[in-house]
């Protein structure tokens, strides 16, 4: 059994700034890419940044420099900064994980069941 529990989500006035975490817990081998995406009310889900376990990173052009993803290999958890937030980044966040639960060429993606984020005034 895997699980994603992201924490962080709330109310932030435009301008200010969040950091979520993405906490992976269970049976895990490997982790290799880890990721956040959001949605909006009636929108589809988009990737807006993501990290290999490497480190390297990249991000959706709406979000790039506002936005930093780093992890902890250790912890297992990924975080995602967010600064001068705008009201349309208002959405669900989700992370998102590649995980292997024994060696192997090939993980699984697992899902965290989204944080809550609204830009308001």
């Known amino acids: 059994q895997v699980q994603l529990v992201e924490s962080g989500g709330g109310l932030v006035q435009p301008g200010g700034s969040l950091r979520l975490s993405c906490a992976a817990s269970?049976?895990?081998?490997?982790?290799?890419?880890m990721g956040w995406y959001r949605q909006a009310p009636g929108k589809q889900r988009d990737l807006i940044a993501v990290?290999?376990?490497?480190?390297?990173?990249n991000y959706a052009d709406s979000v790039k420099g506002r936005f930093t993803i780093s992890r902890d290999n250790v912890k297992n958890t990924v975080y995602l900064q967010m600064n001068s937030l705008k009201p349309e980044d208002t959405a669900v966040y989700y992370c998102?994980?590649?995980?292997?639960?024994?060696?192997?060429?090939?993980?699984?993606?697992?899902w965290g069941k989204g944080t809550l984020v609204t830009v308001s005034s």
């Open positions: 269970g049976s895990i081998f490997s982790i290799n890419a």
């Open positions: 990290i290999t376990s490497g480190g390297s990173t």
């Open positions: 998102n994980a590649d995980i292997l639960r024994e060696p192997g060429p090939y993980g699984v993606d697992y």
